[in-house]
């Protein structure tokens, strides 16, 4: 072999023997080196799984579930629930569209769950995991959003409807039975500052085309214009787009009149009653109709632990589970054991149970083809510039 080493090399190793210990003691240096960073690796994988093991990611609306269910949840499943939150389906979708990730279970609305199912991001359910699945009443069940319920389990609905201060609307003799007072001038110049409605473009245009005698799922241009016309020569008397602190705008009296969810509407009556305010906080259903939004749970697919996921569904679909949402936040409820438990006051409110008469003129929303929404991403942009 032809060697490697010059002269003056070789002289100076030659000037410093080096005996089997030192020779494996160099040699295997590196190697500890390199086993430490392994078991520093390892170690963080290790941390990596215990978390992954020991959480289920929830993503839901704003106070959609009761503290002490989440406690007794924890308790039962040995892990924690982390929970991150949105306060409309668009922000959520578009979330999730920008990449967000590792979600484990999300609480969408019947026309988003449609959204995600036709962009492929939902897990389908293992209904043999899910005994409790029995309790939902079958008519929150085969939806057209999910036919056959393959991803979607029923959590609970809400009503987009009308709330509004009972003294100052009769002070004023304006009806509470119409969406007229929140689109017609005649009847907002009386309440001009004092009226907000939700920052959705689905949800403001569907309380327009309601209002015009459409359906909320009309997609006819014309009919389009119409409403977004209809809400341009509102918005001057509008204080603002508020889908998050209407509830509390209620509550102290800045508000007299919001356009908004049922349970959110029984949540400002509760809080003005605790707070012993002068006034009283009560919500109707319009009379030209209104929207009804079934909330499901589903599976995303870059949830890591569809399992905990499942448990969660099935220990939701427990009637005492179920009823203590309700009890919570006025929600409506498709489970049919929760009925039993659901406080007699909240059982008997027509906007949170309503009657046959009234949910015959109750839609879900549908989802909407790219174009579809391109054209009325375009009149909302016209309508909250103008």
């Not at 578009?94 to 988003?112: N, Q």
């Not at 449609?114 to 492929?120: A, N």
């Not at 997609?219 to 509830?247: G, M, Q, V």
Request: aromatic share 10%; charged share 25%; glycine share 6%.
């Amino acid at each position: 072999m032809k060697n490697l080493l010059s002269a003056k090399d070789a002289k100076k190793r030659e000037g410093k023997p080096k005996n089997t210990f030192w020779l494996l003691k160099n040699f295997f240096a590196p190697l500890r080196v390199l086993r430490g960073q392994m078991i520093l690796t390892f170690l963080a994988c290790l941390a990596l799984s215990a978390q992954a093991r020991d959480e289920l990611h929830l993503y839901n609306w704003n106070n959609y579930i009761s503290d002490a269910t989440v406690a007794r949840f924890e308790a039962t499943c040995r892990c924690k629930v982390v929970q991150d939150y949105y306060s409309d389906n668009e922000e959520m979708l578009a979330k999730l569209a920008a990449g967000a990730t590792g979600h484990d279970l999300i609480v969408p609305t019947g026309d988003a769950v449609e959204s995600l199912i036709k962009s492929g991001q939902l897990r389908p359910l293992e209904k043999t995991k899910l005994p409790h699945l029995k309790n939902v009443d079958p008519a929150y069940l085969d939806t057209a959003f999910d036919p056959g319920n393959r991803y979607s389990v029923p959590y609970a609905y809400t009503i987009t409807l009308i709330g509004y201060n009972v003294g100052k609307m009769r002070e004023l003799k304006l009806p509470t039975d119409t969406w007229a007072v929140i689109f017609e001038p005649g009847y907002l110049k009386k309440l001009k500052g004092r009226v907000t409605v939700l920052d959705s473009q689905r949800e403001l245009m569907a309380a327009a085309l309601k209002y015009l005698g459409y359906s909320a799922n009309d997609t006819d241009e014309a009919h389009w214009r119409r409403a977004r016309d209809l809400i341009i020569r509102a918005k001057p008397y509008w204080a603002a787009f508020n889908a998050s602190s209407y509830i509390k705008e209620l509550t102290v009296g800045n508000i007299w009149l919001a356009h908004g969810y049922s349970n959110d509407m029984f949540q400002a009556q509760q809080d003005a009653r605790l707070a012993g305010r002068p006034f009283t906080i009560a919500y109707a259903t319009p009379k030209e109709g209104a929207v009804l939004a079934l909330d499901s749970m589903v599976l995303h697919q870059s949830g890591p632990r569809p399992d905990l996921a499942h448990r969660f569904i099935d220990f939701m679909l427990e009637g005492k589970n179920s009823a203590e949402l309700t009890n919570l936040i006025g929600s409506g409820n498709p489970n049919r054991d929760a009925l039993q438990y659901i406080e007699p006051a909240i059982a008997a409110n027509q906007a949170v149970f309503p009657p046959p008469a009234v949910q015959r003129r109750l839609e879900m929303l549908k989802d909407l083809d790219r174009n579809q929404r391109r054209v009325l991403s375009r009149m909302w942009t016209e309508i909250k510039v103008h």
